[in-house]
């Protein structure tokens, strides 16, 4: 049955119907109109089969026409209205079921528009597209599944899936209690096509039945679009049954429980649904890999139905969860377990067993460390807890059997099992005493995360006895809380029952232990008296050795549990805090327990003399173990120690009489830690917190008393203003100097930081106390507080901890800055803090602090711009302004700060740190600290490299490395070798100076290291072993495969290591020298110097320490990577030495070995000689060379010594170096400058230079290499050319030198062999021009003369151009000169130099640079030669690539523009001024500048679809509104700007902007034609506004010219031509910002253009208002109606001038729409009331004026000389007939002419006028009275409506016409006239006000004037309704 009731037959497939046969052969032509349809139709029997099988014709036909005219297809309204004036019968719903058939199949989506449109024209289309009938079974599934497809991917409002379905997937009632992110997260799957049960059941059931292709396809299209949809509604479609419907639920659901972003929902959807899948989920992964549990319990917490899943699943997958959950602390595990196993159910307890086994079974297997986890391992607390749990359940003799076996590998795996309570009995398989009565305590002791002491509740103790041991230490505990017990007394006790011989005291202090162990998770429900008590008892404990081993390191982990995981002033931190206080004095035994509480950020504020005391505690130990070592070697005793702590740690070896913290035992507290507010590695290092200050007398600092700090808190406050002098002697009266440290933490802490609107009044309050002392503690503590807040991981996600620090920036500027003080260096770096922000994510801390701070200079008078350190911070957060794509908050604060120290943010010039390489590990302000701690060391007394090193925060001291032994002993070695340049005198006459400056290059020397150390040697050892693996996976020989890993991993490491230490070692080296000369009392300027000169002297001995180093290491990194391998090749060779070796890894590799080509692959046999030379190469490498050797040279040059240092140095040489160190040449091999042994004359320069070069040019021809880049940096080419320019550079005469040497390079440059040897001579060529300029001008001058053969040397000419040696332009025209003259060779060669430099890769010329030379090739006239027949070929080949390449860059590089400018007018801070800079920089850019009108038009054509596309995909995605047209506003901005610089620029006033602004139609017209019925018009309409708004605010010349071009714009796209255009048309003509304009203009010189455009409106309007109204002609209809009574009220003249071709245009039946142009009176005018009685019209002064007409009412009587005609017979009355004539010549074809009939009356009228004659005795009336009487009723009807016309205000064409019409009535005889003309006049009557005041004045003197007799007319009395019209109109 179908909707309506009728019978459908069921639809079978079959060829094409007779009216589809009869619609092909027609062709497309056929649908032109409905007529030629039906001619078609005739004969033929039509059912709904047909047109469904028509249809599908139509529709897929609709692919094979012209792309290029997309609508042209067949008429689908044409062929509806036919089919339903044939057969109205049809039912439109069979009519798309038969769309299944052969025929049926959707190419593109201009098919599924066919069938819509079908459907939007047939009689059902008030009802939605039945997308549903296409989920039905189909025959042609082909068919179905390509309209499926275009379905979904139609837009919603075309076809909506979702609302033709009956059960939807998805409804966002299924997330009401959901999250924010959920809700949004479903609201798009609920918008979704796909959202459609219907849907996926009907794909379901194609793919059970027809597993096609195309099915498969299509299904794997769903997926991809919306698997959760897909997924879920697989789901819920029951029962089940299909396989092809159970494989693809499991895969998905696998899918979404492996981890998807949309995982939550689903699977909260999918268990509300059918839970019962996704338990079968659950089961099937775990049972697929158990590891995956940890996945499934997230997820079940994720869902909240852990207990509803645990009641489910199997009782090993539910044991194996429980354990987890139960580690995670959501499961009592005791508890459940008991409950379980005690639940009666056969078979339970053996299956806890055997679980347990399994996992102990799994954990043995677990010590092989190549051994895969397999599944999830239980805890010890969790073995205990199943083995006391099962042991106390009933067991039959096997279970008891297998039990005691579980047990004995229990203790195996968990030796620790004892300690938990659990004992092995070889006669009882009972462990434990636990009864089942105590199972939650059992539970809540395997929880704690401890292990309880043992002998709680041993075995030997009975149940009473154990309840009585528990029942006496709890009484010992109330005893101590309630004061009956001191605590001194409670040690005491303890003491004595641990050594007790008793055994029941022993067994009261052991459960003492265990119950404050096991309380410790309740902690943070005590109250602060009983908490603080148990704080002194647990610290008590550990101070006097209370704690058994196991439980120390329990207890000490709690502590560190306390202050980690919890906030500062906590409970828990206040508690631990407390604790450690007790044991203060046993910290330092365990010296790794001390690094992890310094690791804790916020204890030094908390309590800053215990972080003191460790510190020292750790330094003193350092300390002692310092002085077991000799010579000075800094940091080998500190590695020793670290090694030494760390084996002893691992092995719990005691010292000093305790036992360590076992590493093993004791988890990392750091990898446990989850507090927020403490940070392992620190994010933000550039900020160092000074000392704790002390005063002269060195007071030690206290917590005053609770009653003092009421006091003081008091005073607090209530401190103000009015109060502050006496509140200001209270507070100096109780703060004493010992609170200092107490006081400005609380000042800091809950002031400051929380009371931004008080810093001023605290800041006046620190002034007044006037304590230097005190300020230097708040400064501290603000320090302290900002750095704890910087390195919070919780401060990048909390806004409020971001406030906080905000508030503390403030303070810390008014501290400072505010008050003229600076922000030392070495206490904040804010530049390295904002480059750490940058580089670690976390600029939102990190910049709002900084602004904070800096907004305090606006109140300084020295930090305040252009303050140097200011400008410089300024500087780079404009740079992250523009750079580092900030949020907008952030852009925000960087804003604000330039406001409030009032400069402009454009103004400040970015600097370029971002993107700059920096060292990886900061140690802030080295020079400060080493002025600070290193240089106030005593004369005299060596300072140690150590103690450089912990200067300072231990946080932030460099990590010690294991390279420390090797460095040490280099750093030993190297101190002889550092150069002393004898101009700085300090070094004679400070002694101490130079013990000084070795110290602070040895310290250099050790911060590069410890930087590069680590990836330098990591990059090197990887890279060898993968290669050494590969090449020796076929080779047993260990040693072999050794040498070569040493020889690869050492060019490697040191070659990476050189390059990268290099750039940062000299920065290094001067910043630590620099201070070093400064504190010695050298001036800045001088300091500096003597720092850069001593730095560049020491910079390669540096280079050879750290080369050294890195090499021992990365030979040892890599031993250790390929211990494995050696081991494995020594076995095989000792075991099988017959056969051939093939190493494990070798069959992973082996797919890739085989792709290698032969001379790379591997070979059995080993490695071969001559591939071992790649790794001897590697040994080769030139590097530095060591410092034994450097020595040996030295004693050879004849140095001894020291003697060096007091030599002096030749002020040559001292020149020559410090060039050669300024261009980067510095080699101090080779340079002899500290010897003065270098040559002295410039014979001898040259001599030796000379040879050096014929050296040079022989080597360089001996190597093949393709370039001089390709040189490693220590080539002896290279090596060469340094000596040479070092030689040249240490003479006086330089000029000459040169000179001779270039004469002797440009000879070997022409005879060189090889391409090294050409770029080398070029390279030496360059470097010697650079010494001397007029040599150089020499040498370029002869290369650049063309005029020898022997110069047409190609690779020699190249080499010279890439060197910049020739100067192409003045080339380009010596080599055109040559062509011209017919130089054959030299035409060659020019053709090819130009083809080698345009199409080299990267080109070395442009074709311009070689345009004169390419002109003389082109007009060569004789046969060319073959080189230039090339090169023009492929030159056209290149312009045509270019030309299309051009043209699309040039299409990016506009949309990137305008992108640019969108961007610039988001800008918070751009001006109008900012915009206009931006308009005249862009358009004066070259492709502007010097392109046409059209590439600016192609600009903002690009411009406008941009804007258009992202409006149009914003509003589909329904986002915010605000968003959607941000493009299009900043476009008008930008039109309208340019607007103004177009008449700027031509100077004209009134310059026609028309044609720059109808780029816009192309646009419009383009979319419009493309889009059709989908033409969305809102973001033009947008455009248009915008562009209005914009004019708007302009000047009024450029309003008015803008105005106008917007007016013909419109004109343009008027309704007629665009009618997709015309609500946004109508709106846009009557918009406030253009019609009253328009109207205003001087000299109303818009009144025409706005006339053209409301004419063009009324006539598109005409045919719709002459039928029956639609909705949404009705709503234009009233936009009008409103629009022309805007116009009546405010314009009324611009109607009155216009009224006659108003008239023409507004249809007859549209009587209150003429009525609103007709009423229109001047505003200077009072209307008489026409219902005066005796009004005398004739009488009225206004009555004689002749109102304006502008209308060209003449134009309709232009055609056939009928104007002409007229005025002949109107003054001769000839011809006689040509009255009988008018009536044909007011028609046009069959209808009449209205335009032309108005103008006629009024012609006539007018020209009556004129004659000032009686109405009814002139030529004029008897005309008109005429062509009444001729003309038929219509034309009569029309006739008398333009007299009608005429009936305005008060005026002489109102009363002429008036007399016309009462005369014509009075006149005639025929009652028929009479009646029309009453019909006439009573039609605009009866209609709403306003009414013309003519035609009332008319009416009424019909009525009431006796002699035209208007009530004897039987007319009048027709009909009762008639006649009282008639009465009610007359009163």
Same mark, same amino acid.
């Given at each position: 049955m179908n909707e309506k009731g009728g019978i459908v037959e069921k639809p079978s497939l079959s060829s094409t119907s007779a009216l589809g046969t009869r619609l092909l052969n027609a062709g497309k032509e056929s649908c032109d109109s409905v007529e030629s349809i039906q001619a078609i139709l005739n004969g033929l029997k039509i059912t709904e089969k047909d047109v469904g099988q028509a249809l599908a014709v139509m529709s897929r036909s609709q692919n094979e026409r012209d792309i290029k005219a997309p609508m042209y297809g067949w008429n689908v309204q044409n062929f509806v209205t036919a089919i339903t004036r044939v057969a109205p019968e049809l039912d439109w719903y069979n009519v798309i079921k038969g769309l299944d058939c052969e025929d049926f199949f959707l190419y593109d989506p201009e098919g599924l528009n066919v069938l819509v449109h079908a459907w939007q024209c047939c009689p059902e289309k008030q009802h939605s597209f039945p997308v549903n009938k296409f989920f039905d079974k189909w025959q042609n599934v082909k068919g179905q599944v390509s309209a499926l497809y275009r379905i979904i991917s139609a837009p919603t409002n075309l076809v909506d899936v979702t609302s033709c379905s009956k059960k939807k997937i998805l409804d966002m009632e299924d997330f009401k209690s959901c999250s924010r992110e959920t809700r949004s997260m479903a609201l798009q799957l609920v918008q979704s096509q796909l959202n459609s049960l219907d849907l996926i059941e009907c794909v379901l059931n194609m793919g059970e039945d027809n597993p096609t292709e195309d099915v498969k396809l299509f299904l794997d299209m769903l997926l991809h679009q919306s698997p959760e949809l897909v997924f879920l509604g697989l789901v819920q479609i029951q029962p089940i049954k299909q396989s092809f419907h159970v494989t693809l639920l499991k895969q998905l659901l696998l899918h979404y429980l492996n981890g998807n972003p949309s995982s939550s929902l689903v699977l909260a959807k999918a268990h509300q649904d059918n839970p019962d899948i996704l338990r079968q989920g659950f089961v099937e992964m775990y049972n697929k890999d158990p590891t995956t549990l940890t996945r499934l319990m997230d997820i079940v917490m994720d869902l909240q139905i852990f207990p509803d899943v645990m009641s489910d699943l199997p009782f090993f997958m539910a044991m194996d969860m429980a354990a987890l959950a139960s580690r995670r602390q959501h499961l009592n595990l005791a508890k459940w377990l008991y409950e379980v196993l005690l639940s009666g159910k056969e078979g339970l307890v053996r299956a806890a067993i055997e679980f347990l086994d399994q996992k102990i079974i799994a954990e043995q297997k677990r010590n092989d460390p190549n051994a895969p986890l397999t599944t999830i391992p239980l805890s010890l607390d969790t073995a205990a807890t199943f083995l006391k749990i099962i042991s106390e359940c009933s067991l039959d003799p096997t279970e008891k059997g297998l039990l005691k076996e579980v047990q004995a590998k229990s203790f195996r795996v968990y030796p620790d099992l004892a300690n938990a309570g659990i004992q092995l009995d070889t006669t009882t398989t009972a462990t434990t005493g636990t009864s089942a009565a105590n199972v939650t305590t059992a539970s809540n002791a395997s929880n704690t995360g401890g292990t309880p002491p043992a002998g709680t509740n041993s075995a030997e103790n009975s149940p009473s006895e154990s309840a009585e041991i528990e029942t006496e230490a709890n009484e010992y505990y109330v005893q101590l809380y309630s004061g009956t017990l001191t605590m001194d007394q409670m040690i005491n006790l303890l003491i004595r029952f641990s050594s007790s011989p008793v055994k029941h005291e022993n067994d009261v202090y052991k459960c003492i232990i265990h119950n404050i162990l096991d309380e410790y998770h309740f902690f943070t429900k005590y109250p602060d008296k009983e908490l603080s008590i148990t704080a002194n008892l647990f610290g008590a404990m550990i101070q006097n050795r209370l704690m058994p081993p196991n439980a120390l390191s329990i207890a000490l982990r709690l502590v560190i549990d306390a202050l980690q995981n919890h906030e500062p002033g906590s409970k828990m931190s206040n508690f631990g805090i407390q604790a450690l206080l007790r044991f203060k004095g046993q910290i330092p035994e365990w010296p790794d327990y001390c690094r992890q509480l310094l690791q804790i950020s916020y204890l030094e504020q908390a309590s800053p003399d215990l972080v003191q005391f460790v510190r020292r505690a750790l330094q003193q130990q350092q300390q002692q173990q310092q002085q077991q070592d000799s010579n000075n070697t800094s940091r080998v005793a500190a590695a020793t120690v670290s090694a030494a702590a760390a084996q002893l740690d691992k092995n719990g070896t005691k010292v000093g009489g305790s036992k360590l913290l076992s590493v093993g035992a004791t988890p990392s507290i750091n990898a446990t830690t989850n507090d927020d507010r403490s940070?392992?590695?620190?994010?933000?290092?550039?900020?160092?917190? #000074?000392?704790?200050?002390? =005063? =002269?007398?060195?007071?030690?600092? +206290?917590?005053?008393?609770?009653s003092i700090q009421d006091k003081i808190l008091f005073i607090i406050n209530n401190i103000a203003r009015d109060n502050f002098d006496s509140k200001l002697d209270d507070l100096k009266q109780q703060l004493e100097m010992s609170f200092y440290q107490w006081f400005s933490d609380y000042l800091v802490v809950k002031r400051a930081s929380i009371e931004p609107n008080y810093h001023e009044l605290y800041l006046l309050l620190l002034d007044s106390l006037e304590s230097p002392l005190l300020y230097r503690h708040v400064l501290r503590e603000t320090y302290v507080n900002i750095k704890i807040l910087l390195n919070s991981a919780k401060t990048a996600t909390s806004s409020s901890e971001r406030s906080l620090l905000k508030n503390l920036g403030a303070w810390l500027g008014g501290l400072t800055l505010a008050k003229n003080r600076p922000i030392k260096q070495k206490n904040v770096s804010f530049k390295d803090l904002l480059l750490e922000g940058y580089d670690n994510k976390r600029l939102i801390v990190i910049i709002p602090f900084v602004c904070k701070v800096l907004e305090q200079g606006a109140k300084s008078r020295v930090f305040r711009p #252009?303050? #140097?350190?200011?400008?410089?911070? +300024?500087?780079?957060?404009? /740079?992250?302004?523009?750079?580092?794509?900030?949020?907008?908050?952030?852009?925000?604060?960087?804003?604000?700060?330039?406001?409030?120290?009032?400069?402009?943010?454009? /103004?400040i010039e970015p600097t370029s740190l971002l993107h700059a390489e920096r060292p990886k590990q900061k140690v802030i302000s080295v020079a400060g600290r080493l002025g600070e701690q290193n240089l106030a060391t005593t004369p005299g007394k060596l300072m140690t490299a150590s103690s450089v090193h912990t200067a300072g925060s231990d946080a932030e001291a460099v990590p010690s490395s294991q390279a420390e032994p090797e460095l040490s002993t280099m750093l030993a070695e190297i101190a002889p070798y550092i150069t002393f340049n004898s101009q700085i005198n300090m070094y004679s006459t400070e002694p101490d100076l130079r013990r000084m400056v070795v110290q602070s290059i040895l310290q250099s020397i050790r911060e590069i290291v410890n930087a590069i150390v680590e990836r330098s040697v990591s990059i090197a050892a990887l890279s060898t072993r993968d290669i050494v693996a590969k090449d020796f996976a076929l080779d047993s020989d260990e040693e072999k495969m050794r040498e070569a890993a040493y020889m690869m991993v050492s060019g490697l490491a040191s070659g990476f290591a050189i390059v990268t230490c290099k750039e940062s070692l000299k920065p290094t080296l001067v910043s630590g020298l620099h201070a070093v000369f400064v504190h010695h009392g050298i001036a800045d300027t001088l300091a500096e110097q003597a720092a850069f000169v001593t730095a560049a002297d020491n910079m390669e001995l540096a280079c050879v320490v750290i080369e050294r180093v890195i090499i021992h290491k990365a030979k040892s990194q890599v031993d250790r990577a390929l211990m494995e391998s050696y081991a494995t090749r020594r076995n095989h060779r000792e075991q099988r030495p017959d056969q051939t070796y093939i190493d494990p890894e070798y069959a992973s590799m082996a797919r890739y070995v085989a792709r290698l080509p032969p001379p790379l692959r591997i070979t059995p046999g080993g490695v071969q000689p001559g591939y071992l030379g790649v790794y001897e190469e590697f040994g080769r490498l030139p590097r530095l060379k060591t410092i034994n050797n450097a020595a040996n040279e030295t004693l050879i040059d004849g140095q001894v010594g020291m003697d060096q240092y007091s030599s002096p140095m030749t002020p040559g040489a001292a020149v020559a170096g410090n060039r050669n160190m300024n261009h980067g040449q510095y080699d101090a091999l080779s340079m002899q400058g500290s010897t003065g042994q270098g040559p002295t004359n410039s014979a001898q320069i040259i001599e030796r230079s000379a040879h050096l070069v014929l050296e040079l040019s022989t080597l360089a021809n001996q190597y093949h290499l393709p370039s001089f880049d390709s040189l490693p940096a220590q080539h002896d080419i290279r090596l060469i050319i340094r000596e040479i320019l070092l030689a040249v550079m240490s003479s006086y005469d330089k000029a000459e030198i040169v000179r001779e040497l270039a004469q002797r390079l440009m000879h070997l440059l022409y005879r060189s062999e090889t391409q090294l040897a050409i770029e080398t001579h070029v390279v030496l060529l360059d470097r010697l021009c650079e010494i001397s300029p007029e040599v150089a001008q020499q040498v370029k001058a002869w290369v650049g003369r063309a005029d020898d053969e022997r110069k047409f040397v190609l690779p020699v000419t190249l080499a010279l151009i890439k060197g910049g040696m020739i100067h192409l332009p003045d080339y380009d025209r010596e080599l055109a000169r040559l062509v011209e003259q017919g130089h054959t060779s030299a035409t060659d060669y020019t053709a090819r130099l130009i083809h080698a430099t345009i199409f080299a890769d990267p080109p070395l010329a442009t074709r311009q640079d070689m345009i004169t030379s390419l002109e003389a090739l082109s007009r060569i006239r004789s046969p060319a030669p073959d080189s230039v027949k090339l090169l023009m070929n492929e030159l056209r080949q290149l312009t045509a690539i270019e030309r299309s390449e051009y043209e699309a860059s040039i299409r990016e590089q506009f949309r990137v523009q305008f992108v640019d400018w969108v961007k610039h007018c988001q800008l918070a801070a751009a001006t109008e001024q900012s915009r206009q800079a931006f308009i005249i920089q862009l358009f004066d850019q070259g492709i502007f500048k010097n392109g046409s009108n059209e590439t600016?038009?192609?600009?903002?054509?690009?411009?406008?679809?941009?804007?258009?596309?992202?409006?149009?995909?914003?509003? =589909?995605? =329904?986002?915010?509104? +605000?968003?959607?047209?941000?493009?299009?506003?900043?476009?008008?901005?930008?039109?309208?700007?340019?607007?103004?610089?177009?008449?700027?620029?031509?100077?004209e006033r009134n310059h026609d902007l028309t044609q720059f602004l109808s780029v816009i139609i192309v646009v419009l017209a383009r979319y419009h034609e493309a889009r059709q019925q989908q033409f969305d018009q809102r973001p033009f309409m947008r455009l248009f506004v915008s562009l209005l708004n914009e004019y708007h605010r302009s000047s009024d010349a450029l309003c008015l010219t803008a105005l106008s071009a917007i007016g013909n714009v419109l004109y343009v796209v008027q309704p007629r031509h665009f009618p997709g255009f015309t609500f946004a048309w109508f709106q846009l003509i009557s918009h406030r910002m253009f019609m009253p304009k328009l109207l205003l203009t001087e000299n109303q010189a818009g009144r025409a253009l706005f006339h053209r455009l409301l004419i063009s409106g009324l006539q598109f309007m005409g045919p719709y208002l002459s039928t029956e109204l639609r909705d949404t002609t009705r709503l234009l209809y009233k936009g009008t109606l409103r629009m022309l009574l805007v116009l009546l009220h405010d314009f009324p003249e611009f109607l009155c001038d216009y009224h006659q071709s108003f008239c023409d245009v507004i249809p007859a039946s549209c009587m209150q729409l003429r009525n609103l142009v007709l009423s229109a009176f001047p505003r200077n005018m009072r209307l008489p009331d026409p219902f005066t009685p005796q009004l005398k019209v004739d009488l009225l002064p206004e009555i004689r004026s002749e109102p304006q007409i502008l209308s060209d009412y003449t134009a309709a009587l232009e055609s056939g000389n009928f104007k002409e005609q007229i005025d002949e017979y109107l003054k001769t009355q000839t011809p006689p007939n040509f009255i009988d004539s008018i009536c044909d010549q007011l028609r046009t074809g069959d209808e009449y002419d209205v335009a032309k009939i108005n103008a006629f009356v009024f012609y006539v009228g007018l020209d009556g006028i004129g004659k000032q004659t009686q109405v009814h005795q002139s030529i004029h009336w008897k005309?008109?009275?005429q062509v009444l009487v001729d003309l038929d009723p219509e034309g009569r009807y029309l006739y008398l409506g333009a007299i009608a016309n005429q009936l305005r205000y008060p005026n002489s064409h109102t009363h002429y016409f008036s007399c016309v019409l009462l005369s014509l009535f009075k006149e005639t005889d025929d009652e028929f006239i009479k009646e029309q003309i009453t019909r006439v006049l009573l039609e605009r009557l009866i209609v709403n006000r306003p009414h013309p005041w003519g035609l009332l004045i008319t009416f009424i003197e019909l009525m009431k004037n006796p002699c035209y007799k208007f009530w004897e007319y039987k007319f009048v009395r027709c009909a009762t309704d008639i006649e009282r019209l008639f009465e009610s109109v007359s009163r």
């Open positions: 940070v392992s590695e620190p994010v933000f290092t550039a900020l160092y917190v #000074p000392e704790v200050p002390y =005063d =002269d007398g060195h007071h030690e600092y +206290l917590t005053p008393d609770e #252009p303050n #140097p350190w200011l400008m410089a911070v +300024l500087k780079l957060l404009v /740079e992250l302004y523009h750079s580092a794509d900030l949020r907008l908050n952030l852009k925000f604060e960087i804003e604000v700060l330039c406001k409030s120290l009032d400069v402009e943010l454009e /103004e600016v038009s192609l600009f903002f054509r690009i411009a406008i679809e941009t804007s258009v596309e992202h409006a149009m995909r914003q509003m =589909d995605k =329904d986002t915010n509104k +605000l968003s959607v047209y941000i493009p299009m506003d900043a476009l008008a901005k930008l039109l309208a700007g340019y607007s103004n610089l177009l008449i700027e620029n031509s100077g005309t008109l009275e």
